[in-house]
């Protein structure tokens, strides 16, 4: 029986292998392999001898397996590292999300129903000049 935290770590490392192995390989078509790591280096050579006997997507699954593995151990997994079913690759029929134009910008008029009404600056002037003139008859 897995537990699931087992299968936590499974998933992990299968996700962590995967990764890994599409890096180093592209790595290694840019001809970086001698800048990887000893390990990365190990399974692209296991990786060179399994395209040797098998098909190229055949040795990928195996690749990515012995990687899935090495991960699964070194993570701390217990026993045997359980499957993991990879999700299925299939065709993206529609990723594209439709344009839609953004609403027209409010016009600042004053009609309106939602217009705030203004107070002309004329009038604004004028309670101002009264204020400053009642203090001044005031506090004389």
């Known amino acids: 029986m897995i537990k699931a ?6 998933r992990r490392a299968d996700t962590r292998a995967r990764a ?8 290694a078509k840019l001809n970086g392999a ?7 280096q190990t399974f ?11 098909t190229e997507a055949q040795a990928t699954d195996a690749a ?14 217990v026993g045997e590292a359980p499957d993991v079913k990879a999700h299925p690759v299939g065709q993206v029929t529609d990723n594209v999300t439709a344009f839609k134009r953004p ?4 016009s600042k008029t004053a ?5 705030k009404p203004r107070l002309p600056v004329a009038l ?3 309670c101002l000049v009264v204020v400053y003139t009642g203090f001044r008859y005031f506090l004389r």
Do not use: C
Not at 64 to 77: C, H, T, V
């Open 111 to 115: 009609g309106g129903p939602d217009a």
């Open 20 to 27: 890994d192995f599409a890096t180093w390989k592209m790595m």
């Open 44 to 54: 692209l050579v296991s990786y060179q001898k399994l395209l040797k006997e098998m």
């Open 34 to 40: 001698s800048s990887l790591p000893a390990e990365a």
């Open 64 to 77: 990515i397996n012995l990687i899935y593995r090495s991960y699964y151990a070194e993570m701390g997994g």
């Open 5 to 10: 935290a087992d299968m936590m770590i499974a």
């Open 124 to 126: 604004i002037f004028a």
């Open 103 to 106: 609403p027209p910008p409010r």
